[in-house]
Every structure is written in C-alpha cells, then in structure tokens.
Nanobody, 121 residues
Framework: QVQLVESGGGLVQAGGSLRLSCAASGSIFSINAMGWYRQAPGKQRELVASITSSFSTNYADPVKGRFTISRDNAKNTVYLQMNSLKPEDTAVYYC???????????????WGQGTQVTVSS
C-alpha cells in the first residue's frame, strides 16, 4: 500500500550536479527515516545518505561534502542534491524509507524502483 517513486537521474559530466527526488505515497502514518542507496554493476548496494524524522543526517565517506540529503515531510519526499559529481558516483540510486503504515500499524522498509545516474569523464 506504499510506493516510492524516484526521479531526477540522468547523464552528467564530471563536476556537474544532479538533484534526485523520491516521493512516498499510500497509507502512511509516519516516515521514521529516509535515505538513498546506490548500486554499481558488480558491486553491493551501499548507503549514500540518510535522514531521520528529526532531520539528523548521515553520509557515506565518499560523498561527504558533495551530497546533501533533505526531506519535506508535508510532501513525504526526500531529496539528494549531488554536486561535484565524479565518474565513480555512477550507479543506480535507490530511495529507501522506514514507514509505519496507517492501516496495519506495521513498520516496513520500502524501496523505490531506482534511477540511473551516469557521470562521464
């Protein structure tokens, strides 16, 4: 009953910027945390950034100082502003959210479908 939809991916030159968005919809009581993960071909999925309901943030070392995660609770949306992009940032980026579902009162970990980010050199 909950869906996460990402947007904003694409092709960008090294040093450029992209802004990813992820909107959650459905029978949502609360979103306890939201985050972005990425997975490059042949590699494991890794946490990029996360943000709690109190707006506390956490970043993976490779993106610190370059990426910024934010959320708009009124819109159930999380954003990832990516600046100074590098070729090694190329991956499929997935939105993730820990959501308490209103109808069932069950907390679950939900994933978006992923959006491709490609950084050329």
């Amino acid at each position: 009953q909950v869906q996460l939809v990402e947007s904003g991916g694409g092709l960008v030159q090294a040093g450029g910027s992209l802004r990813l968005s992820c909107a959650a919809s459905g029978s949502i009581f609360s979103i306890n945390a939201m985050g972005w993960y990425r997975q490059a071909p042949g590699k494991q999925r890794e946490l990029v950034a996360s943000i709690t309901s109190s707006f506390s943030t956490n970043y993976a070392d490779p993106v610190k100082g370059r990426f910024t995660i934010s959320r708009d609770n009124a819109k159930n949306t999380v954003y990832l502003q990516m600046n100074s992009l590098k070729p090694e940032d190329t991956a499929v980026y997935y939105c993730n959210a820990m959501i308490l579902v209103r109808s069932t009162w069950v907390q679950g970990n939900y994933w978006g479908q992923g959006t491709q980010v490609t950084v050329s050199s």
